[in-house]
């Protein structure tokens, strides 16, 4: 039986999950905008790996017993000023989500729940690879800086990312 407060706290993550692929299909939209496919894809897979994330949530609810309870999603931003504006914000928003998934930890250590405490340590290790993900995305996109060839061929790079679907997800 899961604490109602977990119950709560995991809900409220569920959202924050879907609106992260809310806001990079927004940004795989201003880069389709603006003929930057590479970029647009690297987009259009962290979306999918975010719905991937508010869903493992919403299985671990059901598992638990507990309930789902599905609210509206934010609004995210259309629009960017650069390149470099999108990465930044990409970087900040999944430091954002660190701090949300430790805050989660910290509530089921508070809790004494072990097993979201086990389910969570998921998230720790995901946010590690998604941080890293996001800052190496941003330094190359900083490097290549005004050179408009330097960004055509890191729009190719980026734009060979493959979208790995979880294994057990049905
Ligand atoms: Fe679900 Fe990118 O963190």
């Known amino acids: 039986m899961l ?25 795989e939209a201003y880069f389709e ?3 930057l496919s590479g970029f647009a894809r690297w987009m259009r897979a962290q979306a999918k790996e975010e719905l991937d994330h508010a869903m493992k949530f919403y299985d671990y609810l059901v598992t638990r017993g507990a309930r789902v309870t599905l609210t509206a ?3 995210p931003p259309t629009e960017w000023e650069s390149t470099l504006a999108v990465f930044d914000h990409v970087y900040k928003h999944e430091q954002l989500v660190t701090g949300l998934i430790n805050k989660l930890v910290d509530l ?25 993900s996001a800052s190496g995305a941003l330094q190359k996109v900083k490097l290549a800086g005004e050179d408009s060839s330097a960004l055509l ?18």
Not at 16 to 27: F, N, P, Q, V, W
């Open 73 to 75: 999603i934010e609004t």
């Open 33 to 35: 905008t603006i003929d």
């Open 108 to 132: 089921s250590i508070s809790l004494s729940d072990h097993a979201t405490n086990n389910f969570l340590q998921w998230y720790v290790a995901e946010q590690v690879e998604e941080e890293e």
């Open 3 to 27: 604490d109602k407060e977990m119950e709560a706290a995991i809900n409220k993550q569920l959202n924050a999950e879907i609106y992260s692929s809310y806001l990079y299909l927004s940004m």
């Open 153 to 170: 061929m890191l729009d190719q790079e980026l734009g060979q990312r493959v979208y790995n679907p979880p294994v057990k997800n049905e």
